[in-house]
Every structure is written in C-alpha cells, then in structure tokens.
T-cell receptor, first 115, second 114 residues
C-alpha cells in the first residue's frame, strides 16, 4: 500500500519569495504522482503530474515539481510567490499498477503568502 | 474538460434526517469517489465505485451509503444525519482504463447538520 507525507501543515512565505512544498511517498512499485491545489470553498484542481519520462514536470500557474526516486520525494516549487497562490496544496500517489480505489492523498499544506 | 457537478454548494439539514448528495460527471468515467474533508484530517475516502451498481467501502463508510444506478451519477446518502457529519463533501471521477489518469473533482458540498 502506498502513503504520502507532506511536511508542514502550514507554510508561510513572502510575496516574491521561493515556494517549496515538500512531499514524500512510499510505494512498492513505480508510482504516479500528482499535485492538486484547492482554493477556499472549491474542489481540488490538478496542478501537475508525473507518470513517466522527464523527472522535472511543469504545471499551471508557474509551479513545477521534481520526481526523485532515490529520495522518494516529489517536492513542489515556484520561483516567486504571488498573493493568488494562497491555497491548500495536496500531494497524491497511485501505484503504476493502478487500482479502483484511486489516489492516496497527503493531509495537505496550507500555503500563506505574506505581503 | 471534465466536468464534475455536485448538486448543492451549501446544505443545512437537521439531526436524524435522511440526506442525499448528488454528483454527476460528463466524461463517461467508470471510477467515482466520495470524500469528506475536515481541517487537519485531509481527504478521507468514504465510498468509491468502479462500475454501475458496484460500490466499495473506503476508509470511513460508517453512517453512509451510496447509489450508482447510472454510470454518470454517484449519490451519497446519510441514512440518519448526525452533527459529527457536518463537513465538506467532495465527489471525484476518474478514467479507470489507465492508472496514470488523475481524479477530477467537483466544487464540493458544505453540509451542516443542526
């Protein structure tokens, strides 16, 4: 069974600073990895995903993430934070073998942007 | 684009009532899910379905049931609502034919049980 750990339930950065949200996973087989964003009172929206190929993946709104197999990590970054990035971010994993029970989600990280 | 539509954004019900939350997707997805989301607990899977009339318990099925009579519709039922079921409920759907496919979410229903 797979699991996801997001380090830090709350992360605060200044506007214009680097954003780094951490995600570590465990999986017995090669995983597929996802980052979602949730704005207040909305559902989850897909930011980016890693399946195969290039380990650095780019997503919407200037975010990117790098799959590091040796570190079992999939950290999310953005070079320069904007006020509109304030939201809840979820990392998720599924084994490449799939499963009808879907993705396993981390508990989320609330990103706070200081003016 | 995939569209997952939840019938209500906000809902207020009373203790003991039978409550129905409806979810419809327009992409012919086999896989559908119901989660509840509470502060500090993340997303918790209540039930999922992989085909019409098929349903499987998730991590927290107690107090809930589901119905999937048509492929596009997945309903969550609170048999006798209680105050501890006050929460945000999220529906999602997914194409089951390839494991690299993401889940697509509705906007959520914020349910209050008084």
């Amino acid at each position: 069974a797979q699991s996801v750990t997001q380090l830090g339930s709350h992360v605060s950065v200044s506007e214009g600073a680097l954003v780094l949200l951490r995600c570590n996973y465990s999986s017995s087989v090669p995983p597929y990895l996802f980052w979602y964003v949730q704005y207040p009172n909305q559902g989850l929206q897909l930011l980016l995903k890693y399946t195969t190929g290039a380990t650095l993946v780019k997503g919407i709104n200037g975010f990117e993430a790098e799959f590091k197999k040796s570190e079992t990590s999939f950290h999310l970054t953005k070079p320069s934070a904007h006020m509109s990035d304030a939201a809840e971010y979820f990392c998720a994993v599924i084994d490449s073998g799939g499963g009808a029970d879907g993705l396993t989600f981390g508990k989320g990280t609330h990103l706070i942007i200081q003016p | 684009d995939v569209k997952v539509t939840q019938s209500s954004r906000y809902l207020v019900k009373r203790t003991g009532e039978k409550v129905f939350l409806e979810c419809v997707q327009d992409m012919d997805h086999e896989n559908m899910f119901w989660y509840r989301q509470d502060p500090g607990l993340g997303l918790r899977l209540i039930y999922f379905s992989y085909d019409v009339k098929m349903k499987e318990k998730g991590d927290i099925p107690e107090g809930y049931s589901v119905s999937r009579e048509k492929k596009e519709r997945f309903s969550l039922i609170l048999e006798s609502a209680s105050t501890n079921q006050t929460s945000m409920y999220l529906c999602a759907s997914r194409y089951l034919g390839a494991s690299n496919q993401p889940q697509h979410f509705g906007d959520g229903t914020r349910l209050s049980i008084l």
